[in-house]
């Protein structure tokens, strides 16, 4: 049954266990550990998966099974490896510099970014729910810790302890999702619930344990991927935790959970069922609008993209209230999906590499008005925040947009115009609180009582990447969303849609 | 010169690099050059475009067509840009204006040079290329290109509310624009449906015929981002905040160009693709372009800041452009260009004046002046031709526009045309009176007789367009040979006959495609 020659799909994931485990290694066994070795060493684990990923991306033409059928090697999972690798890279550099500066020096950071890293990846190639769980628990704890790393900061001991009952919580639902879906069904793969439900005369109405089931599981990576009416707990955890940290939750951890989510519903569950989908449609809707809405009001920025970061899950469930029933060559579009975690991933990245540098005698200060006058003092790096802003807005040309274009796209091509103007909508309110900061930036003056930013290198060269990224595939999009819908219509191979 | 349209479009852009790298001074000249370089270059546009000539198959008007050359390949979006007789007179007018706006800031602008002048410089590219794009997602990122640079220009270098201006102004194009943006994407469903092939391109998507409900909704979600633009009455109210904030540049960008993009929005995309809607709604357009030409009179006729009037009598006059260009005959939409063109020119050059003696007084207050006619004689000679100008004094440019534009309109929307024509003649009062009490009557005021005249510099910027207003107004002819056969072609595709059995066929295919899109959610 076990065949060695598949270790080779999870040869990312193994990278950066085994990097992991050395840096942990490393960190423990010195008593003066060295964080430039430590940093060296992880960013190597993420390169080496990085490569790994690579190699089986091109090797791997026809998406398949492994390891008896429990993980889909697809291009779906390889291009949200891509993804995981890119935030974890970018949180470790944005806090390298950062975690000395609030004065957190833990030799379990590091090791715990990399696992954290490994649960995504596994999470977005799982073809069994069981998998899933279990990758998504190792992702969640990981998270948990990393939340509250700055011990001595009530706001991040705080942030812990929410994430963690509230994300038990919700790890609860989606078990007994699973478990009234294996009741119901007899089987945890995602593919045999396609099959199941392909089948004439199977759906949701009449098998009330499936119909709790999907509304369990449904609740559950609501909770993950911060949907409205599951979002409560994303602004104070994002705030409390420590920048590196949150900007690997806004990232790796949404774009893992909603990888998740779009190979359950794409693969098992959307095309079936009428009250399904109209569930769907509303918490799209209400995501889109309560994400925009409550980003309206904050005064700080990372709060504010809190709340934003609610509303671009908005978008992307937007997108997937899109998906057709007859199959999904029908809407090659919502590769956009992935276009769009990619590039929210790059651009939120370089918009917390900014707010890294905003720290005041060990503690975070990350109020709009400490922007005041950042254009007159450092004009790149205050260029470099509104590029990165204005592609969270969605203003051409950047990937934002880009990406942005092609979630409507995708809700429109399936017939959901209606979202669609919700979508419009939200994204004019987006609009108005992403203006603020740059506002600020550029027709403010100086706060009275300005601290010098703490920029350090690693951190800018995140953000200059970021930048230069965002403006590139702004422009020129093309043969990166071909890539992107290649790994989408992948998922076409496992059957149901 | 193949590629022309696109030097000239770009061209700004990259000059704006080297512009904000530069230090002030330099900056101030390289942007001058670079502007003026664009408009040199533009200049051939004029001989190279033969309004009798032959451009695209079934397009014959437009020409110098660059493209498609293949950008997101599967949604067929692509790189085209081309003109047509009315976008080359915008395009003209735009590389004309910005080095005018450019030089008259030598004097306006001191904090941040460099970034102003670029900032204007990035502006010109997104107007120009929102004027050439032949492409729907080309001239959407033009679109909202322009927005950021002006967006600057107002917030950074603008009056004592300039903040408020710059995200209202950003905000109301912005709601207009992202429903656009659906409306859009829903055509290039529908064109899929219909065609068989993916297509961006406006002259393929001109082929899409669409159900009646369906043609009413996008046009709705197209007619509000350009009503918004234009401004129509009664989704004006960012207009007059951004124009009394904006700094004199701003303004006359603002007034000269950027509303010109929303009558030409009108004629390029919303009507000549939704033809039935744009018949059944033209009594309903007609009647809130009436209603803002009489409300933008009255408005400014008791404004005491001679800017904030100059801003209302936009409201007013694009009143006149939109109520001509919903006549759908020759003599109306030729008039409607004239007039926009002419708009351009005199509203141009109203801030212009009004920035000089801003910047000699420091303040805008009618109250505050009186008999500088005797003080600044050659001031006010000039403010008195572009204030005829304004009023469609025959003789000079506006008269033809605006007598054009009412005539064809009087054809199509007889009461509409009557009232708006009573808010033209309101408008040679608020114009009249205001010159009144501003030049003429005694020069009482001490700091009015130290004023200095117009500088040699400030003739020199103002003379080109004092120059055209006496030529558009006394030969005409060339102006609207240039346009007359695009115009005509557009009105062929805007009043053709829809095939009311082709439409319910298609209705069914594109049912297929898009779901719901006439029915609500699937």
Redesign the interface.
């Known amino acids: 049954m076990f065949d060695p020659g598949e270790l080779n799909f999870i040869g990312p994931e193994i990278a950066v266990f085994v990097f992991a485990l050395l840096v942990l290694v490393h960190d423990v066994m010195f008593k003066q550990r060295n964080a430039t070795i430590s940093m060296g060493v992880s960013l190597m684990g993420l390169a080496t998966a990085a490569v790994l990923n690579l190699l089986n991306m091109q090797a791997v033409d026809v998406p398949r099974e492994a390891f008896a059928g429990a993980m889909a090697v697809d291009g779906f999972g390889f291009f949200l490896n891509f993804i995981v690798l890119l935030a974890a890279a970018g949180a470790l550099l944005i806090s390298h510099d950062f975690l000395r500066r609030i004065d957190v020096d833990v030799p379990e950071f590091n090791p715990l970014v990399l696992f954290v890293a490994f649960g995504m990846m596994l999470m977005g190639s799982a073809n069994d729910l069981i998998l899933l769980f279990i990758s998504l628990e190792v992702m969640s704890l990981g998270v948990y810790v990393l939340c509250g790393i700055n011990r001595g900061e009530l706001a991040s001991a705080e942030a812990a302890l929410k994430y963690f009952v509230m994300g038990a919580f919700a790890s609860g639902f989606l078990l007994m999702g699973i478990a009234f879906v294996y009741g119901g069904i007899g089987s945890t793969r995602i593919s045999a619930v396609a099959q199941w439900f392909a089948i004439e005369g199977n759906g949701i109405a009449g098998n009330p344990l499936i119909g709790v089931g999907v509304a369990l599981l449904l609740v559950g990576f609501g909770f993950k991927v911060a949907a409205a009416p599951f979002h409560m707990w994303t602004p104070d955890v994002y705030q409390g935790a420590p920048t590196p940290v949150t900007a690997f939750m806004a990232t790796g951890v949404k774009a893992a959970a909603f990888a998740a989510l779009s190979r359950v519903l794409l693969v098992a569950l959307l095309g079936q069922n009428l009250e399904f989908h109209t569930a769907l449609w509303l918490i799209a809707a209400g995501t889109i609008l309560m994400g925009n809405i409550g980003a309206l009001v904050q005064d700080d920025l990372k709060r504010m993209l809190a709340y934003s970061s609610i509303g671009h899950a908005g978008y992307l469930l937007m997108a997937l209230v899109g998906a057709p029933a007859a199959g999904l060559a029908d809407n090659p579009r919502l590769g956009g999906i992935l276009f769009y975690l990619l590039a929210y991933t790059v651009m939120t990245v370089g918009a917390f590499a900014v707010l890294s540098f905003f720290t005041r005698d060990g503690v975070e200060d990350t109020r709009i008005s400490r922007l005041g006058g950042l254009a007159d003092r450092h004009p790149a790096v205050a260029l470099a925040l509104s590029i990165c802003l204005l592609s969270l807005a969605g203003v051409p040309p950047t990937m934002g947009f880009v990406g942005k274009f092609y979630l409507f796209a995708a809700a429109i091509e399936g017939g959901a115009i209606g979202i669609a103007v919700v979508g419009a909508i939200g994204g004019a309110i987006g609009i108005y609180y992403y203006l603020r900061p740059i506002v600020v930036m550029y027709m403010h003056p100086e706060p009275a009582d300005r601290v010098e930013l703490a920029m350090n290198p690693a951190a800018l060269g995140v953000l200059g990447v970021a930048t230069v990224a965002v403006l590139v595939f702004g422009l020129v999009p093309g043969s990166l969303i071909e890539v992107a819908q290649d790994s989408l219509l992948s998922l076409a191979a496992w059957g149901g849609v | 010169m193949d590629h022309l349209l696109s030097i000239i479009t770009f061209l700004p852009l990259v000059g704006a690099l080297a512009v904000f790298a530069s230090p002030g001074a330099t900056a101030r000249w390289l942007a001058l050059g670079v502007s003026g370089l664009t408009f040199l270059l533009s200049v051939p546009l004029w001989f190279l475009y033969d309004p009798a000539g032959t451009g695209l198959e079934g397009w014959h008007t437009m020409q110098l067509v660059e493209g498609p050359y293949?950008?997101?390949?599967?949604?067929g979006i692509s790189y085209m840009v081309g003109i047509d007789g009315i976008a080359l007179l915008l395009v003209l007018l735009t590389t004309l204006l910005t080095p005018i706006v450019i030089y008259s800031s030598f004097s306006s602008v001191h904090e941040k040079v460099s970034q102003y002048m670029g900032f204007m410089l990035v502006l010109e590219t997104g107007m120009l290329g929102a004027f050439v794009a032949l492409d729907t997602?080309l001239f959407?990122?033009f679109w909202?290109?322009m927005?950021?640079p002006m967006?600057?220009i107002i917030?950074?270098w603008g009056g004592p509310n300039?903040?408020y201006a710059?995200?209202k102004f950003?905000?109301y194009t912005?709601?207009g624009s992202?429903?656009m943006?659906?409306a859009i994407?829903?055509l290039?469903?529908f064109h899929h449906a219909q065609q068989g092939f993916w297509s961006a391109s406006i002259l393929d998507l001109y082929h899409v015929v669409l159900p009646y409900r369906t043609e009413f909704w996008l046009f709705i979600a197209f007619a509000l981002a350009f009503a918004i633009k234009v401004p129509m009455f009664p989704v004006h109210t960012w207009l007059p905040d951004a124009h009394v904030q904006a700094p004199t540049g701003g303004s006359v960008i603002l007034a000269g160009v950027l509303l010109k993009l929303g009558t030409f929005g009108f004629l390029r995309y919303a009507m000549p693709l939704f033809p039935q809607a744009t018949h059944e709604l033209g009594p309903v357009i007609a009647g809130l372009a009436a209603i803002g030409i009489v409300y933008g009179a009255l408005v400014a006729m008791v404004q005491d800041d001679i800017k904030k009037l100059v801003a209302y009598s936009s409201v007013s006059h694009m009143g006149v452009v939109m109520l001509g260009l919903f006549s759908f005959n020759t003599e109306g939409v030729s008039g409607s260009v004239y007039q926009m063109l002419n708009h351009g020119l005199s509203t141009g050059a109203l801030f212009l004046l009004v920035g000089i003696i801003y910047e000699r007084r420091h303040t805008r207050l009618i109250a505050e002046y009186g008999g500088l006619a005797t003080a600044v004689p050659k001031f006010s000679v000039v403010m008195l031709i572009v204030t005829f100008s304004s009023i469609g004094l025959p003789g000079l440019n506006g008269f033809i526009g605006e007598a054009l534009s009412l005539l064809g309109s009087f054809h199509a929307h007889p009461v509409a045309t009557v009232v708006g024509t009573s808010g033209v003649i309101f408008g040679a009062v608020y114009m009249l009176w205001m010159v009144q009490r501003v030049i003429f009557g005694p020069l009482t005021n001490q700091a009015n007789k130290e004023l200095t005249d117009l500088t040699g510099r400030e003739i020199l910027y103002l003379a080109p367009i004092l120059a055209l207003i006496f030529v558009m107004g006394l030969a005409p002819r060339p102006f609207l040979q240039v346009m007359e056969p695009s115009v005509d072609r557009v009105l062929q595709q805007v009043n053709r006959e829809v095939d009311l059995l082709a439409v319910t066929e298609s209705a069914a295919h594109s049912g297929d495609?898009?779901?719901?899109?006439h029915g609500?959610?699937?």
């Not at chain 2, 495609?513 to 899109?517: C, K, L, P, Q």
């Open positions: 293949p950008w997101i390949a599967d949604l997602f959407y990122v909202e290109l927005l950021i967006y600057f917030g950074i300039r903040i710059a995200v950003f905000i912005v709601v992202l429903l943006l659906v994407l829903a290039y469903f495609a898009v779901r719901g899109a609500g959610e699937r």
